[in-house]
């Protein structure tokens, strides 16, 4: 006897499909990154990934208009300064690149988040996340108090949220500090928790010219091969007062977005990065794809594996697509 059970029957048509969806894609949750070179009208290509452009503070309003025109409700952004050195002092400049962009934004968009990128290799002339020590190692404790100067800089331009993804230990906690003293207390810590030493980062490396000139992230940046590490690299996060939670990338560490889904209750930020968005690019330019479809498939997996936000390269399509 044929089963009772034909699950077909609920697939017949796309009204029907729709009913008994379980994960929808909404522009609300979509966080947009641009990166921000130091100068004037510039609008260049990024060659590893199509369709991104570097751009200077001045053309941001063209830039963020259309962002929000599409209805995304934040950007998340990344400087690139004209001067690094071994201490990256451009990071917390006062007129520094980000803090330019910022206050552009602001004056431009004031309804929009503003969430800004924490991190020192794109500032350090030897690419690293940090202060290095004689043998070329990060020391974790003296680059807390660079990041500490950034994450206040930021929030004095006029960021609404500091996103630190260096991954040195008990950079929340520090940065939590320094915002509170400065008045800053109700100004949100989005922690890249779990953030791995990916080759997916590739394409943003040569984008932000921010690859390190040796050496690897993997001494901060976490092993992919870990799954219960990110669990405890979250917990120490939101005892360190994270309001907000991440993991990167997202496609290949869906598991790692469910289990920290189910077990902890901060908002979790998902972070498709740019080796995700050039790799759909690269094989859709070739035929290879549907471009398109991709884009909705993967930012659908990422919701389904439990993210509430995502950031992604294809927010401005993405938003387009669900019309
Ligand atoms: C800075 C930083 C990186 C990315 C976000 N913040 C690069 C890195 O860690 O090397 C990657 C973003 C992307 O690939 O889209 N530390
Ligand atoms: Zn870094």
Known sequence: MFPEHRPRRLRK???????????????????YPIIVREGTSIHEPIDAMPGQFRCSPDILPGVVKDITSKGIPAVLLFG?????????????RKDGVV???????????????????VCLCEYTDHGHCGILNEKGEVINDDTLDVLASVSLSHAKAGADIIAPSDM?????????????????????????????????YGPFREAAQSSPSFGDRKSHQMDPANVREALREVALDIEEGAD????????????????IADEFDEPLCAYQVSGEYSMIKAAAQRGWVDEDSCIMESVTSIKRAGADMIITYFAPRISELIA
Not at 13 to 31: A, G
Not at 80 to 92: E, L, M, Y
Not at 99 to 117: F, G, R, S
Request: no cysteine; net charge neutral; aromatic share 6%.
């Open 13 to 31: 048509n796309e009204v029907l499909r729709s009913m008994v969806r379980e994960t929808r894609v909404s522009r609300d949750f979509l966080i």
């Open 80 to 92: 690139i300064p004209r001067h690094k050195d071994a201490q990256g002092t451009s990071s917390h």
């Open 99 to 117: 803090q330019q962009a910022i206050q552009v934004i602001k004056n431009a968009v004031p309804d929009l988040i503003v969430i800004t990128d």
């Open 168 to 200: 040195m230990d008990g950079r929340v906690g520090v940065i939590r500090d320094a915002l509170d003293e400065g008045g800053y207390e109700h100004t949100p810590i989005l922690s890249y928790s779990a953030k791995y030493a990916s080759s997916y």
């Open 244 to 259: 907000l939670i991440m993991v990167k990338p997202a496609l290949p560490y869906l598991d790692v977005i469910r289990v």
